[in-house]
Nanobody, 126 residues
Framework: VQLQASGGGLVQAGGSLRVSCAASGRTFRSSTVAWFRQATGKEREFVAAIRWSDRHTYYADSVKGRFTISRDNAKDTVYLQMNSLKPEDTAVYYC????????????????????WGQGTLVTVSS
């Protein structure tokens, strides 16, 4: 499966941005799709995930209430709507797919995900 992430850019603190992840080569069905991010000099961290089968969602505490992950079945696309952005949200955002949806306790582990997109840069200015 190929993942194409898009929608990154420069936004002021307090602003909003939506990034997208489109799949080709296979569908997301029965998968869990997640967004991770990596800031310069830091480790990759989990942001949010959605289980395709029932739309169950998971969020990192740092983005809960500000970010929303959603899916479009027909387009095989996952979105991450980011509101109330902060400078500390600045990072390269990666989408990833776990074809065999991990259990809840493992959904935040990068090792659970087999396919990764190329990343899209989100920069939040203060």
């Amino acid at each position: 499966v190929q993942l194409q992430a898009s929608g990154g850019g420069l936004v002021q603190a307090g602003g909003s941005l939506r990034v997208s992840c489109a799949a080709s080569g296979r569908t997301f069905r029965s998968s869990t799709v997640a967004w991770f991010r990596q800031a310069t000099g830091k480790e990759r961290e989990f942001v949010a995930a959605i289980r395709w089968s029932d739309r169950h969602t998971y969020y990192a505490d740092s983005v809960k209430g500000r970010f929303t992950i959603s899916r479009d079945n027909a387009k095989d696309t996952v979105y991450l709507q980011m509101n109330s952005l902060k400078p500390e949200d600045t990072a390269v955002y990666y989408c990833a797919v776990a074809p065999r949806s991990p259990i809840m306790s493992s959904v935040r582990a990068p090792s659970e995900y087999d396919f990764w997109g190329q990343g899209t840069l989100v920069t939040v200015s203060s």
